[in-house]
């Protein structure tokens, strides 16, 4: 089966952990908007540049900001063989532009997995992250931009049915050989 691979779930739920080692178990990219973000703030580029502030508050960066930047990795020759994106979709428009731009490509998610933690746990996770948006404000405001508009793309997935929610709070290996088995 081709692995079209979508990990949805809070910020310190682990999806960029858990990615990382299954695109190394099925040999296909990690797309990780995030650090896509992150690298491009690094090297100052203009859409670093555009970026950062966002970030630095807790903010989603702007759609037209990403949707591009998507739609150019989606098309790179890696990413033929399959793909997990981790960090997209984060609310309904970039979920229903993916879905069109898949369509377009005659292709579609193979699997959408919901990495469920409870909101203690993420807390406690991501205070003892090094990253600089993992200050107490910036938290805070990024779990409310969760609720307020990722939180829909889960409900917008369970009507298509190609949903799966995976306990996310458990040894690294336990959550891996969950996610493994929903994937199989
Ligand atoms: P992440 O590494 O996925 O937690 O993303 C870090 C930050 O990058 C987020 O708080 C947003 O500011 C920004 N970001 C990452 N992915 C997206 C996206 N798909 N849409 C909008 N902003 C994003």
């Not at 080692?21 to 908007?33: D, G, Q, V």
């Amino acid at each position: 089966m081709t692995k079209r691979l979508i990990f949805l779930g809070p910020p310190g739920a682990g999806k960029g952990t858990q990615a990382q080692i299954l695109s190394e178990t099925y040999k296909i990219p990690h797309i990780s908007t995030g650090d896509i973000l992150r690298t491009a703030v690094t090297y100052k580029t203009p859409l670093g540049d555009k970026a950062k502030g966002y970030m630095d508050r807790g903010e989603l960066v702007p759609d037209d900001l990403i949707l591009d930047l998507i739609k150019d990795r989606l098309l790179q020759s890696d990413a033929a063989k399959g793909w997990i994106l981790d960090g997209f979709p984060r609310n309904v428009a970039q979920a229903k532009f993916l879905n069109s731009l898949l369509a377009e490509l005659d292709l579609a998610a193979d699997r959408v997995l919901y990495l469920a933690v409870p909101d203690e746990v993420l807390i406690s996770r991501l205070l003892s992250r090094q990253r600089r948006d993992d200050n107490e404000a910036t938290i805070r405001r990024r779990l409310e931009v969760y609720r307020r508009d990722t939180m829909p793309v889960i409900d917008f997935y369970q009507e298509q049915s190609t949903l799966k929610t995976i306990d996310g709070d458990g040894a690294m290996e336990n959550v891996t050989s969950a996610l493994k088995e929903a994937i199989a």
